[in-house]
């Protein structure tokens, strides 16, 4: 028996960019559900149950924060990845501190929105089955041990460090905001540069070239991202 097809809602008040994700994802085997405003948005998350869902945060009646909010307030974990024009970079970091997976700028390649919902669909599939060791290229990082590796030699973190790692270990492949990041390993907000200090230090330590990091991505303005998992 086939598995079911993947439903996807795309909340966009635009109807090409409707039409254009839903040609360019239904090539992908995806079930496109489609909605121009919130209030429809609504209506379908309650009658479709999408597994993911495509959301523009600058809609005409329901602002999308207010969408994301509602929908993880009501407990509902499904992956959403945000639509923003490049410039709404306050709007980013909002939706992803209020629990969004990723974001992709306007104007943006379908492909690249095609590779988003993959991990973001993945790394949902791995929050329900988490495995004790992460591996991602020559890093490994054994949750339950507390050891960390790079080409099998175990490397040495402050404890601060080896937070900052754990936590983009557990969101692997998903953007963390600076405040996220700060909140999960410090309790609460601290100067972004102080963050920025132990990440560069983190770096000299896994990265095989700091100055061109592999492993934890710089999203500008916003925060960072682990890559994902082998």
Same mark, same amino acid.
């Given at each position: 028996?086939n /598995?079911? @097809?993947?439903?996807?809602? *795309?909340? $966009?008040?635009? +109807? !090409?960019?409707?039409?254009?994700? &839903? @040609? ?10 489609? @909605? ?9 998350m309650?009658? %479709?149950?999408?597994?993911? *869902?495509?959301l $523009?945060?600058?809609? !005409? ?8 909010k509602?929908?993880? @307030? ?9 639509? %923003?024009?490049?410039?709404?970079? /306050?709007?980013i ?21 095609? /590779? ?5 669909? #993945?790394? #949902? ?18 949750l ?10 175990? =490397?040495?973190?402050? !404890? ?9 270990? +557990?969101?692997?492949?998903? *953007? ?8 999960? =390993?410090?309790?609460?907000?601290? $100067?972004? +540069?102080?963050?920025?200090?132990? =990440? ?7 990265? !095989?070239?700091p100055?061109?990091? &592999? ?6 303005? =916003?925060?960072? #991202? ?5």
């Amino acid at each position: 028996m086939n /598995a079911p @097809a993947i439903k996807i809602l *795309v909340v $966009d008040d635009e +109807q !090409p960019i409707r039409k254009l994700l &839903r @040609a360019g994802l239904a090539t992908q085997g995806y079930v496109i559900i489609d @909605a121009p405003n919130g209030r429809t948005a609504l209506e379908e998350m309650a009658n %479709s149950a999408p597994d993911l *869902v495509v959301l $523009d945060l600058g809609l !005409p009646d329901i602002p999308g924060q207010d969408l994301l909010k509602r929908w993880r @307030a009501e407990g509902n974990s499904v992956p959403i990845v945000i639509l %923003s024009s490049r410039t709404d970079e /306050a709007g980013i970091v909002e939706a992803l501190d209020l629990g969004a997976d990723d974001y992709v700028p306007k104007p943006f390649g379908v492909n690249e929105l095609i /590779a988003r919902i993959r991990v973001a669909l #993945r790394h #949902r599939l791995q929050q329900q089955g988490e495995k004790p060791v992460f591996q991602t290229g020559a890093l490994s990082v054994d949750l339950v041990r507390r050891i960390v590796r790079v080409d099998g030699a175990e =490397v040495k973190l402050s !404890p601060k460090e080896y937070e900052i790692l754990r936590t983009l270990v +557990q969101y692997a492949g998903k *953007v963390l905001t600076h405040n996220f990041l700060m909140k999960q =390993v410090w309790g609460e907000v601290q $100067d972004v +540069q102080y963050l920025r200090v132990y =990440v560069r230090q983190l770096r000299q330590k896994i990265e !095989p070239d700091p100055e061109q990091p &592999r492993y934890i991505r710089t999203e500008t303005g =916003v925060g960072y #991202r682990l890559s994902e998992a082998d």
